[in-house]
């Protein structure tokens, strides 16, 4: 059985930063493209950044370029995401999410976690 499993959200002054992690299990981490998205309450689930299989490719959503930064660690089966410089306006539930090729598409995503929220407070 797969599980992503969300954690490191809270809450934060703007400015700040957090460091989200997702663990995972029950898949060949290595060979799955890993993303983040999130949703705050009321609107639609966004891409925010993905990363290749193996870690030499990137993507970052315009809203996140220059703040965020997606990384991973194949041998911890682990996908992270680096905030830094939060605003309010990043307040939302955090996903983690798993497919064979990098895509910023909610419908291409394989496997989700159940989130982890951030809040930022002005």
């Known amino acids: 059985q797969v599980q992503l499993v969300e954690s490191g959200g809270g809450l934060v002054q703007a400015g700040g930063s957090l460091r989200l992690s997702c663990a995972a299990s029950?898949?060949?981490?290595?060979?799955?493209?890993m993303e983040w998205f999130r949703q705050a309450p009321g609107t639609a689930r966004l891409f925010v950044a993905g990363?290749?299989?193996?870690?030499?490719?990137?993507y970052d959503a315009d809203s996140v370029k220059g703040r965020f930064t997606i990384s991973r660690d194949n041998a911890k089966n682990t996908v992270y995401l680096q905030m830094n410089n939060l605003k309010p306006e990043d307040t939302a539930v955090y996903y983690c999410?798993?497919?064979?090729?990098?895509?910023?598409?909610?419908?291409?995503?394989?496997?989700w976690g159940k989130g982890t929220l951030v809040t930022v407070s002005s």
């Open positions: 999410a798993a497919n064979k090729h990098l895509s910023t598409r909610v419908r291409d995503m394989d496997y």
């Open positions: 990363i290749t299989w193996n870690g030499e490719s990137t």
């Open positions: 029950g898949l060949a981490f290595s060979t799955y493209a």
